[in-house]
């Protein structure tokens, strides 16, 4: 068994890259496989507070890479989702604790046992960025439609495919159909076609994310929320399934929005 | 009520356009490493090298970058002043 290693990574800072991480990665186990999330976020961690795992945590990366600990010893088991562990990010450190050739390493130990390997990001395409690129075989850019977040990502995307990590794939958080659809809000063939860049996931605005980072509980195991079906549509696709995607179609009228809120989800 | 006010008015122009418009000049730029300021330097240059060799209007003189995909290209466009009978 040699497990990926996949980074989730955006440039701009507060598009959804925790969010997705700890989304996937839920979703992934509640799929049947043996995940570990990583937070790369050094002296910013946050990963730990969206699984509710914040008051288990007694090493952390860095104890790993400075031998504080054992590898196994950091390693934080979710109760709710026995095939789910976290590696917690150190708190009181800085990027530079940790070199992208330590992450390499780390991602290499934790192949044997997993099927993913989930690294966090920190904003910016400094240091952490680097060190959370270094060990992928799969890189997630998040982003939101917005020019802000789009602009980052374009970076983002030449960035990776500098170090040799591309294509990357993309995933569009916080899409407000609505909004999209009154012209007011960019859409995501218009995101695709400033990108050119390949699509892993769409996954629309939604009040239950915020509700379940409140409660610590990934929403993908919540299995009304919209938001919840498209991260386990993503993970479905890094599992290398073929699923459709929801349509935010711009020009639906009455009709169409009508039978979606009959049918809700999309396909 | 507001929409119907911009159309009557003529701003009608969505605000999903205008920043798909805005990002594709700065992704250009971005990607290129060519900033606005770059680009008039090019245009002066491009005119006065032309001009050693045939008659152009200078006034009418655009160079933008076009991107497809992942490929960018500058495209120059550069009007002739109309030819003089002899």
Known sequence: ?267 | MAGILDRIFGRDRKSAHLAKERLKLVLVHDRTDISPGVMELMKDDLIAAISKHIDIDAGDVRIEMATEGHEQRLIADIALRPPRRR
Not at chain 1, 22 to 33: E, K, W
Not at chain 1, 60 to 65: A, E, G, H, P, T
Not at chain 1, 206 to 216: K, Y
């Open chain 1, 1 to 267: 068994m040699t497990g990926k290693a996949i980074t989730v990574t955006s440039g701009k800072g507060g598009v959804g890259k925790t969010t997705v991480t700890a989304n996937l990665g839920a979703a992934l186990a509640n799929f049947g496989h043996k995940v570990v999330c990583i937070d790369a976020d050094i002296g910013l961690r946050n990963l730990d507070v969206v699984l509710g795992l914040e008051n288990r945590i007694v090493y952390d990366l860095v104890d790993i890479v400075e031998g504080r600990c054992r590898l196994r010893q950091a390693m934080i088991r979710d109760k709710r989702l026995p095939e789910l562990f976290l590696i917690p990010a150190a708190q009181t450190r800085d990027k530079s604790a940790i070199s992208p050739s330590d992450m390499v390493t780390l991602a290499d130990d934790l192949r044997a046992e997993f099927d993913y390997i989930l690294f966090d990001s920190p904003a910016g395409i400094e240091r952490g960025f680097r060190n959370a690129v270094a060990p992928a075989d799969m890189v997630l850019v998040v982003t939101n439609p917005e020019v802000s977040a789009v602009r980052d990502a374009d970076r983002i995307i030449g960035l990776v495919e500098a170090e040799e990590k591309g294509p990357a794939r993309l995933v569009i958080n916080r899409i407000k159909p609505e909004m999209v659809r009154r012209g007011d809000m960019l859409g995501v063939d218009d995101i695709l076609e400033l990108l050119a860049v390949q699509l892993v996931g769409l996954v629309p605005d939604d009040e239950n994310v915020l509700l379940s980072t409140n409660r610590g509980l990934p929403v993908v195991l919540d299995g009304k929320s919209k938001a919840g079906l498209a991260f386990r549509n993503i993970a479905r696709r890094v599992m290398g399934e073929e699923v459709p995607f929801m349509h935010f179609d711009e020009t639906g009228g009455f009709l169409n929005r009508i039978t979606r809120l009959i049918r809700p989800g999309g396909n």
